[in-house]
């Protein structure tokens, strides 16, 4: 089984990023092909700095070798070191109707965000992430849920593209873990966690413990005192309660009880406790990895070497359906 999956070099990653896609990228790399990738040109479709830009790759390698992810057993490298990515989107342009991108949510929420910004690239980024995928014959995409809408359309492109021009591609499925698909911002509840929202609504995975003691604290809930699954009445408190399961690995009817008595100080305490503990080694070895810049910059080369071969072996067989060589 082969899987692919990316994160944009926007910024430090948080828990959301983290429990929605990285963690499930760790436990399947013991398992099957995977790919994974730095999407430096997706990172563009929003506003960005260029003079921050090579920085914010060499941070996300580093994080995702702090996180866990082996060089020997999955491949991952820089998308825009391999020009196979947009000669694909452009080919894959040509089969998809705009109707289909114009109504992919990302595009409009990220519209409504950056009036000012609202580029083609930003249309178009389900194109790219459909090459992404397709060009590496992907069956799963380990992603959070808001990504799951542009995994369907790279499958619909796929099947679309068997159909017209023979088969080339695998039709990808998302692989969306069973808790922990969409975590919510810490402020905003019913929002997701996001890297470039609010950072108080936002725990990075290397923010300091005193960080994360302010955010914990000052993380809205209701003005109950019970600690309650119950997203919609509850949104704030659930969104801790999933966040405490999964690091915890307790399911939330133990914590529900666990906390029956607490009251909403004590939880956040232990809450508190908690990440401090889980991120701390987090932190130490992505330290560790950013003074090995040079270490670093190999495995991003062994990795292109090696995701090179796959892409140019399936843009030939593209190339060739779609009447071009
Ligand atoms: N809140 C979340 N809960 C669960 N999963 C999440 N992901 C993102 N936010 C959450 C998943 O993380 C992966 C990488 O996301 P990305 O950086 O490529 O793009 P994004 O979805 O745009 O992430 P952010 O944090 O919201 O960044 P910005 O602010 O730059 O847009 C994806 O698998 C995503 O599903």
Redo the contacts with the bound molecule.
């Keep these: 089984m082969r899987a692919f ?4 070099p ?2 430090e990653l ?1 828990i ?2 983290y ?3 990285i963690k499930q990228w760790i436990e399947l790399q013991e398992r099957a092909e995977c790919v994974f990738c730095i ?1 430096d040109l ?1 990172a563009m479709t ?1 506003p960005y700095k260029p003079e921050r830009l090579q920085k914010n790759i060499l941070e996300l390698a580093a994080t995702y070798l702090a996180a866990g992810l082996n060089p020997e057993k999955c491949i991952f490298f820089v998308q825009s070191q391999i020009k196979e990515h947009t000669e694909l989107a452009w080919l894959l342009g040509t089969i998809t109707p705009l109707g289909e991108l114009q109504r992919m949510t ?1 595009f409009k929420e990220k519209s409504k965000k950056h009036p000012e910004y609202v580029n083609a690239g930003l249309l178009n980024y389900p194109l790219l992430m459909a090459a992404d995928i397709l060009l590496y014959k992907t069956e799963v995409v ?6 799951k809408q542009h995994v369907e359309l790279a499958r619909e492109i796929a099947r679309r593209f068997n159909k017209k021009f023979g088969q080339v591609f695998q039709e990808p499925k998302a692989l969306l873990p069973k808790n ?5 911002s810490l402020q905003k509840p019913k929002k ?6 609010d950072p108080r609504g936002c725990i990075g995975l290397f923010d300091e413990p005193e960080e994360i003691k302010k955010k914990i604290m000052t993380a809205v809930t209701d003005r109950g005192e019970i600690i309650k699954y119950d997203p919609q009445k509850k949104p704030g408190i659930s969104n801790l309660l999933t966040i405490y399961s999964l690091f915890s690995r307790k399911s939330i009817k133990e914590l529900e009880r666990k906390f029956k008595n607490s009251g909403y100080e004590k939880f956040k305490k232990s809450s508190i406790e908690l990440l401090i503990g889980s991120l701390g080694s987090f932190r130490r070895k992505r330290k560790e990895f950013l003074t090995r810049e040079v270490y670093v910059k190999e495995i991003l080369e062994q990795g292109r070497k090696k995701a090179q071969i796959i892409a140019e072996s399936t843009m030939a067989e593209a190339y060739k359906k779609m009447g071009l060589s």
């Design positions: 999956s990316g994160i944009r926007t910024g948080h959301g990023n429990l929605g896609a999407v997706h929003t990302q380990p992603v959070g849920m808001d990504q922990g698909e969409k975590i919510m997701k966690m996001s890297k470039t929202d």
